[in-house]
């Protein structure tokens, strides 16, 4: 079996590179050059040189997948993609992505339990939090179990009537006013027809002014 000599090793950059006999320049964290022995000089296998490079790939998978956490969760769809723009391949991606999840810094049942409370406190509907979620990889029954156990506590008719009374409270009811919170209900994503149902308690009120 052919061996691959170490030429060079630069420990001047944050993640040293290895300069091998084949002219490969190869990045291997300071942690696995202890771990592995390597020196300037020495000679390894290729076989041995294969784990180093795989281990070395996924220590550098890693922490850039730390890095993109930033004190920030993300779902596993989203981390995925990051990994696969920044270059890594798709073995060390499936095993950091392992490692991520069994240590949950990616939870997507966590993600969506918190990102769904927090755009319901926010006033927004169904639709939007859908889309959103849809955009980050998010699974649909994932969206739906969240989505059903809000609307146990209150349903999204009665969030978006709360809203409505809220933005009305201080109004006059016009047809026009009517049609701005309307176009309001609906860019927060609630659905046409519980806006449809909300609004039209409004539309047969006494005194309602057309103008």
């Not at 020196?39 to 040189?49: I, P, Q, T, Y």
């Not at 270059?87 to 991520?100: A, K, N, Q, R």
Request: include cysteine; proline fraction near 1%.
């Amino acid at each position: 079996m052919s061996k691959i000599s170490i030429l060079e090793i630069d420990l001047g950059k944050k993640n040293p590179l290895v300069l091998l006999s084949d002219e490969r320049k190869v990045t291997v964290p300071l942690e696995l050059i202890v771990k592995y022995k390597i020196k300037e000089g020495n000679d390894l296998h290729e076989s041995d040189l294969e784990e180093v490079l795989y281990e070395s790939e996924k220590w550098l998978c890693k922490d850039a997948g730390l890095k993109y956490l930033n004190n920030k969760n993300k779902t596993a769809y989203e981390m995925e993609k990051h990994l696969e723009e920044k270059g890594f391949s798709y073995d060390v991606i499936e095993d950091i992505l392992f490692f991520m999840k069994e240590n949950l810094f990616v939870d997507d049942d966590s993600f969506v339990e918190s990102f769904v409370a927090n755009s319901i406190t926010k006033g927004k509907g169904s639709l939007f939090i859908e889309e959103q979620l849809s955009q980050k990889g998010v699974s649909n029954d994932l969206v739906t179990k969240y989505l059903d156990r809000y609307s146990e506590e209150e349903t999204e008719y009665d969030r978006c009537k709360r809203y409505a009374e809220k933005y009305l409270k201080h109004e006059t009811i016009s047809n026009k006013m009517i049609m701005k919170l309307s176009r309001k209900l609906f860019g927060l994503g609630y659905p046409q027809d519980i806006i449809g149902d909300v609004l039209e308690q409004y539309v047969q009120v006494d005194g309602f002014d057309n103008e």
